[in-house]
């Protein structure tokens, strides 16, 4: 089976514009998370799909493969549907193009799950920290059944509960990290649209229940930080800095 690593990288973002090209420790942090994904699949298997010739450029000039896709993909899953129709390959990676600390040992440990589980879509978690807010309404938290099947994943702390002794010990949240076949990428570009729960959530992933596709969810590492915002750089460079050391 051929696995590849699909990053899609969008220079057009809203709230960073040009995220993608920014330098952390003098280097893109484009190409800082395509060295990662070149240590889980080899560099011949890594893409970069996005909108954006500047984009582009820096990663072949880097020796990595880059796919030209629509300016007007609805989600990132989106893109890399548009990107798998030009890229034959038995299982396809999403990895975020923000997140410069993803561990290569998580990619291959989704690889290797989907690889024995093609009739699902894989999707990673990890357990918060004491530091981390469950309330927080950027971290999407993940409900899973007791065979970590997802059942749904929220904005919002859950599980809930009604009785405080029965208060969960922990909560889970989402580590983008995903892994596809072609035809589960097919079939989530063609429903056209946001889902309503999608929509409301903002969690691109949730798509796939309305296609009734069942999504199993594989414990990754925590700590990854990503860059969203310009005042994230300090924070992840320090990271990348320490884990040089």
Known sequence: MRTVVVIPARFSSSRYPGKPLVELLGRPMILWVADVAAKAVTAENVYVATEDQ?????VTAAGYNAVMTSSNALTGTDRLAEAAEKIDADIYI???GDEP????????????CKQANMDMVVNGFSWLSNLEDPANVNIPKVI????????????TPLP??????NKPEGYRKQVCIYAFTKEELERFARFGRKSVLEQSEDIEILRFLELETDVLM???RPGSLAVD??????????????RQH
């Open 54 to 58: 500047r984009i582009a450029s820096v």
């Open 94 to 96: 999403n990895v975020q």
């Open 101 to 112: 600390l993803v561990d290569a040992g998580d990619i291959i440990k989704i690889a290797d």
């Open 144 to 155: 899973t059944t007791e065979s970590n099947r997802l059942v749904y994943m929220s904005r």
């Open 160 to 165: 809930g509960f009604k009785d405080a002794a």
């Open 218 to 220: 594989v414990e990754t």
């Open 229 to 242: 915002v310009p005042e994230d750089v300090a924070p992840v460079e320090a990271a990348l800095r320490a």
